[in-house]
Each structure stands twice: as C-alpha cells, then as structure tokens.
C-alpha cells in the first residue's frame, strides 16, 4: 500500500504551489515600497502587473467553470487582489503618460481580453467545451508569460550582466512551476501541467546563464581596472622618458655654450 494516494498528492503539491506562488506575488513589494516612499513610479513600469493580472483572473474564471478546483481559486483569488493593489499603487504616483498607458493597458486586457473570453465561452459553447476553451485560453497565454523572459536571457548574454535577472526570483519561479506541473499532473489536468514544462526548462535556464555570467562583469571591470592602470604606468613612463631627454637637451646646450665662450 503506498503512503500517499494519487489525491494526496495533488493537495500536497497544491498546497506547496500556493505556498510558493504567494511568496512569488509578493516579491515586488519592495518596487512599490520605493515608489510608495518615492511618491514616483517613474522608471518602472506596469506592464508585468496587468499581464500577471490577466493571467490570474483567467486561472480564476477557469477554476469556477471547472468546480472543485479549490486550489486554483485561493491563489489566483489571492494574486487578483494582490495585483490591483499594485495597479493601483502604481496608477497613484505615475506619471500622467505612464498612468493614461496603465488605464489603458488595464481596460484593454483585464475588461477587453477578459470580457471577450468570458462572452464567446458562456455564448458559444456549454459544458465540457466551454471548460476546454478557458483552459486552452489559460494555457496559450500562460506559454506567452512563461516565454516573455527570453528577451531579458537574450540581454544577459548581451551584456553579460545578471542584474535585471535575479537569481532568487528565478528560483522561486522554477519551484512554482514545478509544484503547479505535479499538480496539474496528479489531477489530469493538463492545461495546467502543460504550460509549467515550459516554465520549468525557461527557469533552469535562467538559473545556468546566472551562474555563467554572475561574474563576467566583475571580470570585465577588473579588466578595464588593469588596463587603466597600464595606460597610467605608460603614460608616467612616456613622460619621464620625455623629460629626461629635455634634461639631456639642455646639459648639451649648455655643454654647447660653454665651448663657445672658451
């Protein structure tokens, strides 16, 4: 007899998801920290937040169709209440261009996208189908979420800097896919399992280029560190060089002088 059931497991995981997940909602606490203690949010921006907004009111809207997803409610609950407070901590000390842009951004995914979801799902297909829909909608745009990180992976390896890739949030972000994968898995429910292989691989992937490049722009100021240092050491050397030939120059005119007068 095995010590955990096929359903124990699934709580086990689900559990664990939510754990970390919530712990992956609040990481941007310390952004809106310094935009609260700023009264600014000028120099970051939203686009994040709205998308992770979406992402949690489509999981929601999915969870209520499927029933007895009570795993995937709590969370995505949690996180839609979680990412209007940041929406709107950010919306409060933006900019007015970049506030009119979040507004936008807001009404243009959160009611347009989620409302066109909603609408054809509950007017055009009933039942299974209409689960099958929210839960293809939710995979498609979770597989968009889980490939947005390339562009920064692309720009480490282009600058051979980690710092716009913290090593600690694409940790958290593997641990959460992975927990979310063996659920989606032990429930058969693979519009969840499926979008978190890919998310799993991107996070290991971002952990490696880390531990690549955690150093390279260290090595790379060391570098230029040295060879400063070796411009200056020359630069010294060309001028005493220099001015041991005037020193030299003068003692013969001298030399010269002193011939003549003889």
């Given at each position: 007899?095995?010590?955990?059931?096929?359903?124990?497991?699934?709580?086990?995981?689900?559990l664990?998801g939510?754990?970390?997940?919530?712990?992956?909602?609040?990481?941007?606490?310390?952004?809106?920290y310094t935009?609260?203690?700023?009264?600014?949010s000028?120099?970051?921006?939203?686009?994040?937040?709205?998308?992770?907004?979406?992402s949690?009111?489509?999981?929601?809207?999915?969870?209520?169709?499927?029933?007895?997803a009570?795993?995937?409610?709590?969370?995505?609950?949690?996180g839609?209440?979680?990412?209007m407070?940041?929406?709107?901590?950010?919306?409060?000390?933006a900019p007015?261009?970049?506030?009119?842009f979040?507004?936008?951004?807001?009404?243009?995914?959160?009611?347009?996208?989620?409302?066109?979801?909603?609408?054809?799902?509950?007017?055009a297909?009933?039942?299974?189908?209409?689960?099958s829909?929210?839960?293809?909608?939710?995979?498609?745009?979770?597989?968009?979420?889980?490939?947005a990180?390339?562009?920064?992976?692309?720009?480490?390896?282009?600058?051979k800097?980690?710092?716009?890739?913290?090593?600690?949030?694409?940790?958290?972000?593997?641990?959460?896919?992975?927990?979310?994968?063996?659920?989606?898995?032990?429930?058969?429910?693979?519009y969840?399992a499926l979008p978190?292989?890919?998310?799993?691989?991107?996070?290991i992937?971002?952990?490696?280029?880390?531990?690549?490049?955690?150093?390279?722009?260290?090595e790379?100021e060391?570098?230029?560190?040295?060879l400063?240092?070796?411009?200056?050491?020359?630069?010294?050397t060309s001028?005493?060089?220099?001015?041991?030939?005037?020193?030299k120059?003068?003692?013969v005119a001298?030399?010269?002088?002193?011939?003549?007068?003889?």
């Amino acid at each position: 007899m095995a010590l955990l059931s096929v359903e124990h497991l699934a709580v086990l995981f689900g559990l664990l998801g939510n754990l970390v997940s919530f712990l992956v909602f609040l990481a941007p606490m310390p952004t809106f920290y310094t935009i609260w203690k700023k009264k600014s949010s000028e120099g970051f921006q939203s686009i994040p937040y709205s998308v992770a907004f979406l992402s949690a009111s489509l999981l929601l809207y999915y969870a209520f169709l499927k029933t007895n997803a009570y795993m995937i409610v709590s969370i995505n609950g949690i996180g839609c209440v979680i990412e209007m407070i940041y929406l709107l901590i950010y919306i409060t000390y933006a900019p007015k261009k970049a506030r009119m842009f979040t507004i936008k951004l807001v009404v243009l995914f959160n009611f347009g996208g989620m409302g066109l979801v909603m609408l054809v799902s509950l007017l055009a297909y009933k039942g299974s189908k209409r689960v099958s829909l929210v839960g293809w909608a939710c995979a498609i745009f979770n597989l968009a979420v889980f490939a947005a990180p390339l562009s920064i992976m692309r720009r480490v390896i282009r600058t051979k800097s980690v710092e716009f890739m913290p090593f600690t949030l694409s940790f958290f972000l593997t641990l959460c896919a992975t927990m979310w994968f063996f659920y989606g898995f032990f429930v058969k429910d693979y519009y969840i399992a499926l979008p978190n292989v890919l998310g799993f691989l991107f996070g290991i992937a971002q952990m490696i280029l880390y531990f690549i490049y955690k150093n390279a722009k260290k090595e790379v100021e060391s570098k230029n560190v040295e060879l400063e240092t070796s411009k200056d050491v020359e630069l010294e050397t060309s001028k005493d060089v220099e001015k041991n030939l005037e020193l030299k120059d003068q003692a013969v005119a001298v030399g010269d002088i002193q011939n003549v007068k003889k």
